[in-house]
């Protein structure tokens, strides 16, 4: 008999068969893991629903949820804010039809505008999917040469001219030097900055499986950042940031090289350029470092609208916000940007 459950995550006995099964299972990702239960609740103050599907006393699929309620941005129940892919992880079809049914009766319980489920392939045809996201992966070769020769010439161009630089990698036991790229760099795009005590939050919750990697020049200057997840044998790239000299020297390209590197060297198998919206510089880029585009199917049921949400940068309406929050001082940004970029996830 197949039941639906809630996941306390302070019960450390549940917290590791969830994390047991979300390892073992092929359709899970870092982004299912239980310890993003409490990074929503505590940095984000979003209600959690932590889905799982029993069968005998095993789990057989999950489906972590959140409740995103905003004035701004409307009032959803996500799968999964502030990740990239976190749909059902199942492994069988009962368990994924259970989790959505259960999750679609959460959803009118909350009286939400939509239900998103932020899968990478599609469960429901009839269901409308938003197609503006791609991923990129791809296979990580056992030999360091390799690697360098498998990156198209004018990308393998660009991180020699780094190495020619004299730029150095270093992995960071804090989030301080990353912090400060990245903030200056949403900043000079237009939106707004996660709060500091999210990357300090991620890095306790989920210790070596966080690395920030920074580079610096020959004198030490502070150049560019990346701050990554490890999951079984992938590396995550998730969130970085440049400083505006980055790009004549190099840097940004060569940060990805040396990120691959060493993967390489403790045998790890994929790397996983995470998402990008279609016709933006990010999407170009990945392309041409040999990543080929795979689009990913964020699927909606709609309650309480007729079309789906377009929160993000793309979409014209914020364009005026955009060009305000480039002009205001980056201190001002930093202490008002997690108010708002929280009911955007």
């Known amino acids: 008999m197949l039941t639906v459950k809630l996941l306390d995550s302070t019960d450390t006995r549940q917290a590791k068969a969830w994390d047991e099964f979300v390892l073992a299972c092929p359709g899970a990702t870092f982004f299912h893991r239980s310890g993003w ?42 799968s999964l804010p502030f990740t990239v892919y976190c749909g059902v992880a199942a492994i069988d079809p009962e368990a994924g039809e259970q989790l959505e049914a259960e999750a679609i009766g959460l959803a009118q319980k909350l009286g939400v505008d939509h239900l998103e489920l932020r899968n990478v392939e599609a469960r429901h045809a009839d269901w409308p999917t938003q197609d503006l996201y791609f991923t990129f992966r791809k296979e990580i070769l056992p030999d360091e040469e390799a690697n360098m020769l498998a990156i198209p010439r004018k990308q393998r161009a660009m991180v020699r001219k780094g190495i ?62 990346v701050l990554s997840f490890y999951f079984r044998d992938e590396i995550l790239p998730y969130y970085a940031g440049d400083d505006f000299s980055a790009r004549d020297l190099a840097a940004n390209d060569f940060k990805y090289w040396e990120l691959m590197r060493r993967a390489c060297a403790k045998g790890v198998r994929i790397f996983d350029y995470g998402r990008s919206k279609h016709g933006t510089g990010p999407f170009s880029f990945k392309k041409n470092w040999g990543f080929e585009p795979t689009p990913l199917h964020y699927q909606y049921r709609l309650f309480k609208r007729d079309s789906i949400p377009q929160n993000n940068p ?22 008002l940007g997690p108010h708002i970029v929280r009911n955007l996830g």
């Not at 409490?38 to 069968?55: D, G, K, S």
């Not at 014209?316 to 060009?323: G, V």
């Open 164 to 225: 020619k630089n004299g730029l150095r990698s270093e992995i960071d036991s804090d989030v301080h030097r990353f912090f400060a790229l990245y903030a200056d760099n949403v900043h000079r795009h237009g939106t707004p900055a996660l709060p500091r005590r999210y990357f300090q939050a991620l890095q306790q919750q989920f210790g070596d499986d966080v690395e920030v990697l920074t580079v610096v020049g020959p004198e030490g200057q502070l150049l560019s950042s």
């Open 37 to 78: 239960q409490q990074i929503i609740r505590r940095v984000f103050r979003h209600p959690t629903f932590f889905l799982y599907a029993e069968r005998e006393g095993a789990i057989v699929g999950v489906l972590p949820l959140a409740h995103v309620k905003s004035y701004l941005f409307g009032n959803a129940l996500v």
């Open 314 to 335: 793309s979409n014209a309406k914020y364009r005026l916000f955009i060009e305000a929050w480039r002009k205001m001082p980056i201190g001002v940004a930093n202490w």
